[in-house]
């Protein structure tokens, strides 16, 4: 079956939100269009919007392909989508608060304890402990794919540290600059708003400590991290300052910046860091990247760590499949957005059913991330299924199975003009004295046909993303 | 705003690197029109130019003999000399996409593509053919940088520490090539007063774009007294040691203010610049040029550690 194409209904008939795209689009001349692709990758590069790939020693800096089609939304079909994501974001800040304290939802037999107690992700420091305003898990990246006209999924909710919302802005900015009429003709949402939204988001959660206006400071890894670029590039844009672990240091019970001035307090600590690599006297102590002592001083409140510790244990792919369940024990409502089935391979029935059909499932590792060691089993040959299947009765609870959803497509610029190519959708949410959602968010687009993986570093591009007024 | 140590420490070495690139590339500039002339009878012509970046204990752990194509490479493209054009600007680059949010969009943008063009010119050896073009659009692409440097950055200490980077650059380039050449200028000890018939001098004085001015400024014949008070003690001389000292006394002086505090560092500035202020060509000259200019390169580095220490540019200061 034709997956689901957000621009063309039939060669003919264009979906709503696309009409004025399209009426642009048939009166450029397409050699032009090819032009300004070239000119959008010489801007992405002589900013140096570049992403470094891990292990490769050599011209590490790559750039993500961008696609001048713009992903567009309709008003209302956004306001649907963004009314379940609030309630999602809202669930899982309930469900991290409840883990840590009185587990009720493991009392009321919604979620098997199997599943906190023995999980990496869940850690045993943050029990009894609850971050400045109750928020756990600041700042989301929602993974959601379309499959239908009605038919959203959540793939996956990255509470963690996503990234990618620097490439939503610059899409944006770098569209703007080459189509300026397409603004003039389309009624689009902003995003550049989104650093001083999680400027003001941020400082709603100062701790305890802080004295007048909080003192907010971006934690990078450093600039071989694979998304330094956005570190530098949130930090630059919300006005504080990007520090690195050797920049640090606790003094006198709170997290002091080193200045050319002597050592100033921060209030609030944005970290790109891993938990694993957060404090060295509490976590990996082999850490050269982060400040020993921030867990201490962050319990007694001399410190905001966004997002908290611990949070990965609401993405956790194991949690995953009770989502469903975690929203309505929380919202007291049914989730709005749905879950895409999930088999859990910990279970001997379900491991059954997903080793008799693995060339029709996608099977991902339960802490894996970036479109590494998962298995596409339709795009699979049999040597890498029978590979695949061996490591799966080795570990079976490493593993959930999903069906292979058809993912919408969008078209893309290619040289005879547009073709269709599946996509997904990054939105990006910020918690913290309410819900803000920036509308759009990534569109990330797996450039070649048919594929269904979109991950950059596994050759996937974006687009930008628009959400319309009216 | 707070400026972090580190990315003070990160503007200082980015633009001393930058600072070096060019230099580098004037060196070679020069060393090239010294062997077009043929006019030299010495096999080791080149030598000099190593001698003056610092870098022939380096040259000689790898390479044993002195030819043009050899030192060439080595000083445009070597990444294992950490002097050379392109690892100078990896440096400055790298120092940049560190320090980045204290760049303008301007001065960021100006650096990577200056990192990304000569990085792709210099992927091929350069052949002595290609030298010039290749000497140009160094020196061009570092103009490119200073004038998105001088137009677009706010006027606070993060501008300070840039130039504090340049000048302390500039000025031990500068002293390093008048100490390689120190012989030439007084060959014989007396002969301090009589014209010099010296192409090399004109070469060099051509590789910092300064042939024409010492023309302005000093009327004629090329002396060792006038070349020693344009290079050192001329403070008009864009790249006299004296003209460096006056803006880095400046800035120093800048931070002062903007922290209202003094620190030691600016004093060992004030000290160098009294002394070059002070000092006449002849008192150098009898006290020994070399001495001086050694005495200056070891001054130097010691103010750019106290300018670290003052300034905590690293962890535990």
């Known amino acids: 079956m034709k997956p689901f194409d957000e621009m063309l209904v039939t060669d003919e008939v264009v979906r709503d939100p696309y009409g004025r795209f399209h009426e642009w689009y048939k009166d450029q001349d397409p050699t032009l269009l090819g032009e300004k692709a070239g000119e959008a990758e010489a801007f992405f590069r002589r900013t140096g919007i570049t992403f470094n790939v891990y292990g490769q020693h050599e011209a590490a800096e790559r750039l993500i ?244 510790p611990g949070t990965g244990i609401a993405d956790d792919k194991a949690i995953y499949s009770y989502m469903p369940e975690i929203v309505e024990f929380y919202t007291g409502r049914p989730a709005k957005l749905q879950n895409v ?72 610029l290619v040289d005879g003009g547009l073709a269709p190519r599946h996509v997904d959708l990054r939105p990006f949410v910020l918690v913290s004295d309410k819900v803000r959602i920036i509308p759009g968010g990534l569109t990330r687009v797996a450039l070649k046909e048919g594929s269904l993986v979109v991950n950059s570093s596994q050759g996937g591009g974006t687009k930008d993303t628009w959400v319309l007024r009216d | 705003m707070a400026l972090l140590g580190r990315t003070a420490n990160g503007l200082f070495w980015m633009f001393r690197y930058i600072e070096r690139a060019e230099n580098t590339a004037r060196l070679l500039d020069a060393g090239q029109r010294i062997s077009l002339t043929n006019l ?76 990304l063009v000569i990085q792709r010119r210099l992927s091929a050896p350069v052949s002595t053919r290609e030298l010039p073009a290749v000497i140009d659009l160094v020196k061009r692409q570092g103009a490119l940088i200073r004038g998105a440097f001088q137009t677009t ?33 007084l060959p014989e000890h007396s002969q301090v007063g009589s014209a010099l018939d010296n192409f090399q001098w004109r070469s060099i004085l051509r590789s910092v774009s300064a042939h024409r001015a010492y023309a302005w400024e000093y009327d004629g014949e090329y002396q060792a007294v006038n070349i020693i008070d344009f290079l050192m003690l001329n403070r008009r001389m864009p790249r006299s040691l004296a003209h460096c000292y006056h803006l880095i006394a400046e800035s120093l002086g800048y931070l002062d203010r903007n922290y209202e505090v003094h620190h030691p560092c600016h004093n060992t500035a004030m000290a160098i610049r009294e002394r070059l202020a002070g000092a006449s060509v002849r008192q150098i000259i009898d006290g020994g040029l070399h001495e001086f200019l050694e005495g200056f390169i070891r001054d130097n580095n010691r103010l750019a550690q106290e300018i670290g220490q003052s300034y905590r540019f690293y962890p535990g200061s």
């Open chain 1, 65 to 308: 392909p961008f696609d001048l089609v713009p992903r567009i939304m309709a008003r209302a079909e956004w306001d649907n989508l963004a009314e379940g994501i609030e309630q999602r974001v809202t669930a899982l800040n309930a469900f991290l608060d409840d883990l840590y304290h009185d587990q009720e939802i493991i009392k009321a037999g919604k979620v098997p304890e199997r599943l906190i107690a023995g999980n990496e992700a869940f850690l045993d420091v943050m029990r009894g402990f609850r971050p400045p305003g109750g928020v756990y898990t600041h700042i989301i990246g929602t993974d959601i794919v379309r499959c239908g006209e009605n038919e959203f999924y959540v793939l996956e909710d990255n509470a963690r540290t996503p990234s990618g919302v620097s490439y939503m802005i610059e899409n944006r900015e770098t569209m703007m600059q080459m189509f300026p009429e397409l603004f003039a003709q389309n009624r689009v949402r902003p995003v550049e708003t989104y650093p001083h939204h999680l400027r003001r988001s941020l400082a709603a959660v100062a701790p305890p400590a802080c004295e007048g206006t909080p003192t907010i400071a971006v934690l990078t890894p450093g600039i071989y991290n694979s998304a330094f670029f956005e570190h530098a590039f949130l930090a630059d844009q919300m006005g504080v300052e990007l520090v690195e672990g050797s920049d640090v240091a606790e003094i006198d019970g709170r997290i002091q910046m080193r200045t050319t001035e002597g050592y100033k307090p921060i209030d609030v600590l944005y970290r790109r860091v891993d938990d694993a690599f957060l404090d060295p006297n509490v976590f990996n102590p082999s850490s050269m990247l982060g400040i020993p002592g921030i867990m201490d001083v962050y319990k007694n409140g001399g410190i905001t760590i966004a997002n908290a």
């Open chain 1, 341 to 412: 089935p999930t088999w859990r391979c910990a279970d001997d029935d379900s491991l059954k059913y997903v080793l008799d059909h693995l060339e029709e499932l996608v099977v991902k590792e339960v802490h894996g991330s970036g479109g590494y060691g998962m298995l596409v089993g339709p795009t699979s040959s049999r040597d890498e299924r029978e590979l695949f299947a061996e490591k799966l009765k080795k570990k079976p609870s490493n593993y959930i199975a999903q069906p292979t959803l058809a993912l919408s497509t969008v078209p893309i």
């Open chain 2, 40 to 115: 030299s009878s010495e096999p080791d012509e080149w030598q000099p130019v190593l001698v003056s970046a610092g870098v022939e204990a380096a040259y000689n752990a790898k390479y044993q003999d002195y030819d043009a194509e050899t030192v060439i490479d080595f000083m445009l493209c070597d990444r294992d000399n950490p002097s050379s054009v392109r690892s100078s600007l990896e440096t400055a680059r790298t120092n940049g996409r560190m320090v980045r949010t204290a760049l303008t969009r301007e001065l960021w943008e100006a650096v990577n593509e200056s990192w």
């Open chain 2, 153 to 185: 950055m706010l006027r606070n200490e993060i501008f300070d520490f840039c130039n504090l980077g340049a000048f302390i650059e500039r000025a031990d380039n500068t002293a390093r090539i008048l100490d390689v050449k120190y012989w030439l200028l």
